[in-house]
């Protein structure tokens, strides 16, 4: 795991170096009596207590989900009174040969230490397991994280805690964050591809369902985990947080989601064909993934409880705005992913556009390919509430449309057809009623959507809009050091020729050349 120890590199941009004011000097400092200072020391206070004050209100988030037509007006006042709630505490135990020790380690301390316990004057009841998670692996402590941080008679459990967070024994996740990893149903032989994976709770997951037979019988996984992420910065925070479990089946990647591009693989490999100028790439295989996760980028509703300043950020528009990507994201992972295979789409939304909208813009792009599984019958304690078809629109100017024909001319550009509901033909075909809502005061928890896909035939080839730049270019001269040889190719279907055949025609395409300005990319991964 050495290769995980990678120092970041350094922000880009420039740096100003301050002025010093000749007015400031320390001779022309003006005296204050003793009151002055205290004003300002008064006034300076009252500013940070106000600055500090965030009230969790939104007037227009309530008027949206009262009206949008999928809550009751009951649900909806459960719901706001829940969020304005901080989270309890979850986290859950890594699954290793160490973890049963772990397990009963932790209740050693919760029979020790919680016994008639009184914080600020209130009665603290011990952590417990979490009802749905399998093993009974996960915990649950309805004390908010500040709280357990900074209280003097939890600080001996938070201590704990923190350690076995450090060695990589436990992992303090969010609960419903730990959901789609355990509906993707992941074996130690599969591929997987995460394709928005950090901060890397759901990789780190993932990674311990590869590794789940080496863990009990000490064989080896067949399979990998391939986490990409956008942000360069995030990517390296995925790093740093799945380094504690030191298991090596893992690659990171940087790349947009929606243009993820293919892989490829050589086996078995034969490092004496890669020294040949006149290296064919003929027999590189396309890689396809068993299972995909796209926990896309979403407005995040979901996280009132933890992210407090949405509660003045959200508009009507933050949904709309992330519709695109959440559909394209979700048709890319489709084109890499093998007949018969299974991919989860998540959000941390309640909102039926990032939700029902774009699973219905899928199902309706892959024309009978791919199916939304019933999933009500996996994981029976999980209480859940079943997708919904019908909706309305609600533009930033506060108005409601039933349809994409009502739009005004202006609002049809920015509001996609999509994000509508679908027609009463579609409702019967898609079965939109087998996504998954986790709802906040069913299982005090934040807000969550799902939804299981499995790709039962192959799917039409312009299912994403831009995989038609994701094509197959042949390059020569390719070295690697690793197992497989992971080739990737980002370049247009016009440079698919091999450049060997003529290399006047593209220059550029000759490695051999010129190096520094060939067409062909490889994957930014750390193994």
């Known amino acids: 795991m050495d290769s995980f120890n990678i120092v970041p590199p350094k922000k880009q941009g420039k740096t100003y170096k301050k002025k010093r004011n000749k007015n400031s000097s320390r001779k022309n400092i003006i005296k204050l009596s003793s009151e002055e200072i205290a004003k300002r020391a008064r006034i300076s ?108 008679e939890l600080r001996r459990f938070h201590r704990f805690i923190v350690a076995l967070s450090e060695q990589g024994l436990i992992w303090r996740q969010e609960a419903v964050s730990m959901l789609p990893p355990l509906f993707l149903d992941v074996k130690p032989h599969h591929y997987v591809l995460d394709m928005c994976a950090a901060p890397g709770s759901k990789t780190s997951q993932l990674l311990e369902m590869i590794n789940a037979d080496f863990a009990t019988t000490g064989i080896p996984p067949t399979g990998i985990v391939v986490a990409n992420d956008i942000d360069l910065f995030r990517a390296y925070t995925l790093v740093h947080q ?27 490999l034969d490092l004496s064909k890669f020294e040949s100028p006149q290296f064919n790439s003929e027999n590189l295989k396309k890689i396809m993934f068993d299972r995909i996760l796209c926990d896309v980028p979403c407005s995040g509703d979901g996280t009132l409880r933890k992210n407090v300043d949405l509660w003045k950020k959200w508009t009507p528009t933050l949904g709309i705005g992330c519709h695109h990507a959440q559909v394209c994201i979700p048709c890319r992972g489709l ?18 556009i990032e939700d029902e909208a774009v699973v219905a813009e899928i199902l309706r792009r892959a024309k009978g390919t791919v199916r939304l599984v019933d999933v009500s019958n996996e994981l029976p304690e999980l209480q859940r509430a079943k997708g919904i078809s019908t909706w309305k629109i609600f533009d930033k100017d506060h108005k409601w449309y039933d349809s994409h024909a009502s739009l005004p001319p202006h609002r049809k550009l920015k509001i996609q057809y999509s994000c509508f509901p679908p027609t009463p033909e579609e409702v019967v075909e898609f079965h939109l009623d087998r996504c ?16 299981v896909l499995e790709k039962i035939s192959e799917t039409p080839k312009l299912l994403n809009e831009k995989e038609e730049n994701i094509g197959v270019k042949k390059t020569e001269n390719i070295k690697s050091t690793t197992v497989k040889n992971l080739n990737v190719n980002n370049s247009t279907t016009n440079s698919t020729t091999n450049p060997t055949t003529n290399p006047t025609t593209n220059p550029t395409t000759n490695p051999t050349t010129n190096p520094t300005t060939t067409n062909s990319t490889t994957t930014n991964s750390t193994t």
């Open 242 to 268: 799945i380094n504690p479990l030191e298991i090596p089946s893992i690659i990171v990647t940087n790349h947009v989601a929606q243009s993820f591009p293919n892989l490829f693989s050589c086996e078995p």
């Open 436 to 451: 998954v809502r986790l709802m906040p005061w069913v299982h005090n928890t934040g807000g969550f959507f799902l939804a």
């Open 335 to 352: 084109s890499l992913l093998k007949v018969g295979g299974r991919m989860v789409y998540s959000t941390c939304s309640l909102n039926p």
């Open 45 to 152: 206070q009252e500013k940070k207590n106000t600055w500090q004050l965030i009230v969790k209100q939104n007037h227009v988030l309530n008027t949206y989900y009262e009206n949008i037509g999928i809550f009751s007006k009951e649900d909806v006042n459960k719901m706001f009174e829940c969020m304005k709630i901080s989270l309890p505490t979850t986290f859950r135990i890594v699954k290793t040969q160490f973890a049963p020790l772990i397990n009963d380690l932790i209740e050693m301390q919760i029979n020790s230490q919680f016994k008639n316990l009184v914080v600020a004057g209130e009665a603290i009841s011990p952590p417990s397991n979490i009802s749905w998670y399998p093993e009974s692996y996960g915990w649950f402590f309805h004390v908010p994280r500040p709280l357990l941080r900074d209280s003097l």
